[in-house]
């Protein structure tokens, strides 16, 4: 039987399964675990190399492969990209190290959005046996007609997990061991080394620092004038604030398609992080009421998420006011339907007055949906 989400954590928790450095709870699926592309690359060797002969599988020692492919070893630094030509094949490794017990079978699937662009991962399917530690690897086909950038951190696979009966007749291998947490130094080196990379194409997302004077002035005009002019208050706002992070475009503010109203339009061009899981475009309602959302509101935000196609992931309800908790309940149920709703209220807003920048507050809240 295939662990769920909730046994997957308490696996991680107990240190049964070690994954490292780990996606986050955005690629947590309901039963899976999403794999990414990782920065070290091998390309295949050149008929010339072998002398233009067939290579007999398993008659090559470990050197004489090493010899082969050890000129032809390249990385990529996470936030870079590198061009697959057609027709080119190239190894890989996953970004993250795994490493699972004796009683646990790992299994992984390639992502089939790869296959629409011509791209094969091989095996698509992989069996990780019990005792296993390492990143994975696999081959990467560009078996289309076009070039293909590739960008390490982007997702290629899902990773699953399946309890082993411990009655069988075939005991495992007393050498199928597993140690925890990573012991090794160039491993440590390794983790180390990507958790800053990817801390660094985070911080890539801030364009510029926050202008605390000019937000300031912002949230206090949110108290001021008409109903009206209160809304419109907060649409600004909200329009400056996504304009700080780099990778999302204001495309249209209210909108007025053929049965939706909706308040801005984001595309979302993020390529890591949550963002890179939530789909384009990003809508965004905002609420400057007297009183809290209730759940029919949450209910509309959604339905225009829908209207908008299968794409659309993400939306997110700035109230200024907060939620009611009926309201909790709905933007929980749309989770579990594939849909999030981040809500944002005046008191995450006023990071913006003590200079906090818009992707930290986004993230929070992001994060705060798993406890809703």
Same mark, same amino acid.
């Given at each position: 039987m295939f662990l769920n989400d909730t046994q997957i954590r308490e696996r991680l928790k107990t240190g049964d399964l070690l994954i490292e450095p780990f996606p986050g709870p955005v690629s947590l699926g309901p039963c899976s675990v999403d794999l990414r592309l990782g920065t070290s690359f091998c390309r295949f060797p050149e008929a010339d190399a072998t002398g233009n002969k067939p290579i007999?599988?398993? !008659?090559?020692? /470990?050197?004489?492969?090493?010899? #082969?492919?050890? &000129?032809?070893?390249?990385?990529?630094?996470?936030?870079?990209?590198?061009?697959?030509?057609?027709?080119?094949?190239?190894?890989?490794?996953t970004l993250e190290i795994i490493g699972i017990r004796?009683?646990?079978?790992?299994?992984?699937?390639?992502?089939s959005s790869l296959s629409r662009f011509g791209l094969e991962l091989q095996p698509?399917?992989? !069996?990780?046996? /019990?005792?296993?530690?390492?990143? #994975?690897?696999? &081959?990467?086909?560009n078996a289309g007609p076009i070039s293909?950038?590739?960008?390490?951190?982007?997702?290629?696979?899902?990773?699953?997990f399946s309890d082993i009966a411990r009655d069988g007749q075939q005991p495992l291998a007393a050498s199928m061991t597993f140690t925890h947490p990573v012991t090794e130094a160039s491993d440590k080196a390794t983790i180390e080394r990507l958790r800053d990379e990817m801390a660094r194409k985070a911080s890539r997302l801030r364009k510029s620092p926050v202008d605390r004077k000019m937000f300031g002035e912002l949230l206090d005009g949110l108290d001021?004038?008409?109903?009206?002019?209160?809304?419109?208050?907060?649409?600004?706002?909200?329009?400056?604030?996504?304009?700080?992070?780099?990778?999302?475009?204001?495309?249209?503010?209210?909108?007025r398609l053929a049965a939706e109203e909706i308040d801005i339009?984001?595309?979302?061009?993020?390529?890591?992080?949550?963002w890179r899981t939530v789909g384009s475009p990003i809508i965004v309602e905002c609420k400057n009421w007297a009183t809290k959302v209730r759940s029919r509101d949450v209910t509309i935000l959604s339905g225009?998420?829908?209207?908008?196609?299968?794409?659309?992931?993400?939306?997110?309800?700035?109230?200024?006011?907060?939620i009611t908790s009926d309201a909790r309940t709905k933007i929980r149920e749309q989770r579990q339907q594939g849909r999030q709703i981040i809500c944002i209220d005046k008191e995450a807003l006023q990071g913006l007055r003590q200079g906090k920048h818009p992707v930290d507050i986004i993230q929070e809240q992001y994060d705060a949906l798993w406890f809703i």
């Open positions: 007999k599988l398993g !008659s090559f020692t /470990p050197s004489h492969i090493s010899s #082969l492919f050890a &000129s032809r070893q390249f990385s990529t630094e996470i936030g870079s990209e590198f061009i697959l030509e057609p027709h080119a094949v190239i190894l890989c490794q004796f009683d646990l079978l790992g299994l992984t699937f390639a992502c698509s399917v992989l !069996s990780i046996f /019990p005792g296993f530690m390492g990143p #994975l690897v696999f &081959s990467l086909h293909v950038k590739l960008a390490p951190g982007m997702r290629i696979g899902n990773l699953l001021k004038g008409t109903s009206n002019d209160k809304g419109k208050a907060l649409e600004t706002l909200c329009v400056k604030m996504f304009a700080m992070i780099d990778g999302l475009t204001v495309t249209r503010t209210d909108a339009i984001l595309r979302n061009d993020i390529d890591s992080g949550f225009n998420m829908g209207a908008l196609g299968p794409d659309v992931k993400l939306g997110i309800l700035v109230a200024v006011k907060g």
